[in-house]
């Protein structure tokens, strides 16, 4: 009898230490449901703010896309205006050398004719007087300043050839050097610089 009490006893402490047991792992199971809810708003928070983020970061690249478009095209612009202008200048350059040459020449030319003139106007007296050696002096440097003028002449005409030319290699390094495009790129904030 003694001893069957004792195993009662005993179950008795087994069922209770069993029954703190479970007490101990519900509590346990309802810290960590808890926990678990607490992480998954976490999660829902950051998954939120990275969406916001990634919104962001798009916004400011396409603004900053857009910004670099229109100054490329400022540029563009800018560079066409003044291509145009130094253009125009060069041109208007180039006519007022070469009109200023042209005029030169009519003048020296004019000069030529009318010493021509007045030398076949004097050999035409000489013939038909007799001749005198002041009027032979005379005829001598009518016929130098003559030859004169014309190497004169010459001479400006192979200078106008040469700046012809000059000005043509002129205006290709010209267009070379002002016909190039601007690089621009456009940047990437989501890129890492290496």
Same mark, same amino acid.
């Given at each position: 009898?003694?001893?069957?009490?004792?195993? $009662? &006893?005993? @179950?008795?402490? %087994?069922?209770?230490?069993?029954?703190? #047991?479970?007490?101990?792992?519900?509590? =346990?199971? +309802?810290?960590?449901?808890?926990?678990?809810?607490?992480?998954?708003?976490?999660?829902?928070?950051?998954?939120?703010?990275?969406?916001?983020?990634?919104?962001?970061?798009?916004?400011?690249?396409?603004?900053?896309?857009?910004?670099?478009?229109?100054? $490329? &095209?400022? @540029?563009?612009? %800018?560079?066409?205006?003044?291509?145009? #202008?130094?253009?125009?200048?060069?041109? =208007?350059? +180039?006519?007022?050398?070469?009109?200023?040459?042209?005029?030169?020449?009519?003048?020296?030319?004019?000069?030529?004719?009318?010493?021509?003139?007045?030398?076949?106007?004097?050999?035409?007296?000489?013939?038909?007087?007799?001749?005198?050696?002041?009027?032979?002096?005379?005829?001598?440097?009518?016929?130098?300043?003559?030859?004169?003028?014309?190497?004169?002449?010459?001479?400006?005409?192979?200078?106008?050839?040469?700046?012809?030319?000059?000005?043509?290699?002129?205006?290709?390094?010209?267009?070379?050097?002002?016909?190039?495009?601007?690089?621009?790129?456009?940047?990437?904030?989501?890129?890492?610089?290496?």
């Amino acid at each position: 009898m003694e001893h069957r009490h004792k195993q $009662e &006893q005993e @179950l008795l402490a %087994r069922i209770s230490d069993l029954q703190a #047991e479970v007490c101990s792992r519900n509590n =346990r199971i +309802t810290d960590l449901d808890h926990e678990i809810h607490s992480l998954n708003e976490t999660i829902d928070t950051l998954t939120r703010e990275l969406e916001l983020k990634g919104k962001e970061v798009l916004r400011v690249r396409s603004e900053a896309n857009q910004q670099i478009r229109a100054h $490329e &095209q400022d @540029l563009s612009k %800018r560079h066409e205006r003044d291509l145009g #202008e130094l253009s125009v200048v060069h041109h =208007r350059e +180039t006519h007022i050398m070469l009109a200023d040459f042209n005029k030169a020449q009519e003048v020296l030319r004019d000069k030529i004719s009318a010493l021509q003139i007045l030398l076949e106007g004097t050999e035409e007296k000489l013939r038909n007087r007799e001749s005198r050696p002041e009027d032979l002096h005379v005829i001598a440097e009518l016929r130098e300043m003559v030859s004169e003028r014309e190497a004169l002449v010459k001479k400006l005409v192979d200078d106008k050839k040469f700046y012809q030319l000059e000005l043509v290699n002129r205006e290709t390094g010209f267009s070379k050097v002002f016909n190039s495009s601007a690089n621009v790129g456009v940047i990437n904030p989501l890129i890492k610089p290496s």
